[in-house]
C-alpha cells in the first residue's frame, strides 16, 4: 500500500523540454569535506559518537565512508568552524536529536518543520563546524 506524503509528485519531462547539461564530470560526488586543528579529537567525534565507520586515518586527511559520498576531514591549522552545508538524511529527525544529546552532541537548532513534511535539525562538532540530520 501507497503511503501518502504532503510532497507534490515530480513533473514528468515533456519531449520538448531541454536535454541535461552534458558534463565532462561524473554525476556522483566523491568526497565532502570538514576542514579541522585537530584531526584526532575530530576522528574520535565522527567515528565514536556518530558512528561512521572510519576508512582511512592519518595526521593530514582522513576519511568515512558513508552509504553516498565519502565524508572527509582534511587538517588546517587555520581552519575556522563554519556551517558545512553536510546534511544525513535520517529516519525520525526528533530520535536522531535525542540520540545525539544523549552522546553529548551540541544542538545548534532544535528540530523543526522545514517545508511539506522535511523536518532538519543541527549540530556542532568539537571544533564548532555545523552538520544536519533531516528526515519525518
Not at 568526497?31 to 575530530?42: D, S
Not at 553529548?104 to 513534511?117: F, L, S, T
Amino acid at each position: 500500500m501507497a503511503v501518502k506524503t504532503a510532497r507534490k509528485p515530480a513533473k514528468k519531462a515533456s519531449r520538448k523540454s531541454a536535454p541535461a547539461a552534458e558534463t565532462f564530470l561524473p554525476r556522483k560526488i566523491g568526497h565532502v569535506m570538514v576542514f579541522v586543528r585537530n584531526m584526532k579529537k575530530a576522528v574520535a567525534f565522527y567515528r565514536d559518537t556518530l558512528g561512521l565507520s572510519c576508512a582511512y586515518e592519518s595526521d593530514c586527511w582522513s576519511e568515512f565512508k558513508t552509504e553516498g559520498a565519502t565524508l572527509a576531514l582534511h587538517h588546517s591549522d587555520d581552519a575556522a568552524p563554519r556551517n558545512s552545508g553536510i546534511s544525513f538524511n535520517v529516519g525520525n529527525v526528533d530520535d536522531t536529536v535525542n540520540s545525539l544529546v544523549s552522546r553529548g552532541v551540541k544542538i545548534v537548532r532544535q528540530a523543526e518543520a522545514v517545508c511539506d513534511d522535511i523536518r532538519c535539525a543541527s549540530f556542532a562538532d568539537p571544533e564548532g563546524n555545523v552538520l544536519g540530520v533531516s528526515g519525518r
